[in-house]
């Protein structure tokens, strides 16, 4: 049976807008935070601290931190590569830090300039640092499912960095498809093959809808078990080191599926469309949530 409760991780903020071209000012990113936290979502994805130099659209973290209205309860999320963003992350008053790394090679040199095993040693620190400061610590694996510069990934190494960041002391691991290429068996064999290494209540599902197959893909990790799932409002997105990467699946959809399976989510969904209207406006384009824009025309 399916699970009765859902958490969605509201990652638009960071993951949707990472990749935008234009540049888009701190109100604007404030008030998309804003809005997500009153739809009533637990985690927001806020900020990422990464060099400017490689991820110029998120150098107003600081700023977008300083400035969002919390919510009590709420968890705000930054991602942080190294001490410098976790220092970075912990002066900003983040609830959470993430460390992002890769299930292959050639992603990680791409990403974050090192291989895995690099990766897992700048992790260390920061995961010390989370722990002594009582922030909590979220593990993040790209390109579980497939890797746009080497292929196939294989489960083992997918494991293995599961293992590595369960070491580490990680509270939550997301499982992501970087480049949306998995289906739905494919999904429930990595997130079983992930499941066994590290409880199956604290991993979550990120899947980037590149190939259409997001909403299969939850659909088929629900059967297995899993209750976490990252989405965007409007479906923004893309991994700016991920070659022809789109977005995130949408909240809209997701919430459209969950609420008709009778999972509860706690996110009203008609405020999450308002939220997608108003970024869409803001980037000028119509938003790629399709439950989004049938619900915003009625
Ligand atoms: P590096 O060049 O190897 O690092 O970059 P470095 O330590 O040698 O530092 C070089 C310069 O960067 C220095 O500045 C540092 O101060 C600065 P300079 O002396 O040249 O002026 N620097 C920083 N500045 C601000 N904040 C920091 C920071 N660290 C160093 N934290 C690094 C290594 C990881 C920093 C770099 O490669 C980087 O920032 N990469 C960005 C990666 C990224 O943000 N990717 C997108 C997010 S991940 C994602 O989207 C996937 C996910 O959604 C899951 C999925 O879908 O797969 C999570
Ligand atoms: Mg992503």
């Not at 985690?43 to 209205?69: G, Y």
């Not at 590290?198 to 590149?210: C, I, K, R, V």
């Not at 789109?246 to 809209?252: F, L, Q």
């Not at 939220?275 to 399709?290: N, Y």
Request: some cysteine.
């Amino acid at each position: 049976s399916l699970p009765k409760k859902v958490k969605i991780v509201e990652v638009g903020p960071r993951d949707g807008l990472q990749n935008e071209k234009e540049t888009i000012s701190a109100e604007v990113k404030i008030e998309l935070v804003d809005r997500l936290s009153r739809a009533g979502f637990s985690n927001v994805e806020a900020a990422s601290f990464v060099s400017p130099k490689w991820v110029p659209q998120m150098a107003t973290s600081t700023e977008v931190m300083a400035r969002i209205t919390r919510l009590p309860g709420t968890i705000y999320s930054a991602l942080t590569p190294n001490m410098q963003g976790f220092e970075a992350a912990l002066a900003a008053k983040a609830d959470e830090v993430v460390i992002f790394g890769s299930a292959s090679e050639a992603f990680s040199q791409k990403n974050i300039n090192c291989s895995i095993a690099e990766s897992i040693a700048r992790f260390e620190p920061v995961a010390k640092a989370a722990k002594a400061n009582g922030l909590r610590l979220r593990g993040s694996i790209s390109t579980a499912f497939g890797c746009p510069y080497q292929g196939e990934v294989p489960l083992t190494a997918v494991a293995d960095v599961v293992r590595r960041m369960r070491d580490l002391g990680c509270d939550e691991i997301d499982i992501a498809d970087t480049i949306g290429v998995s289906t739905a068996r494919k999904t429930q064999e990595v997130m079983l093959a992930a499941s066994r290494e590290f409880p199956l209540q604290q991993l979550s599902g990120h899947f980037h809808d590149t190939y259409g197959q997001a909403l299969a893909n939850i659909y088929a990790s629900l059967e297995v078990g899993v209750q976490i799932f990252h989405s965007s409002v409007s479906g923004l997105g893309g991994c700016p080191y991920a070659k022809g990467a789109t977005g995130n699946v949408a909240t809209e959809d997701v919430l459209y599926l969950l609420h008709g399976l009778g999972i509860e989510t706690g996110i009203d969904l008609d405020q999450v469309v308002d939220a997608g209207q108003f970024i869409s406006q803001q980037l000028g384009r119509k938003g790629s949530s399709r439950a989004g824009n049938a619900i915003a025309a009625k």
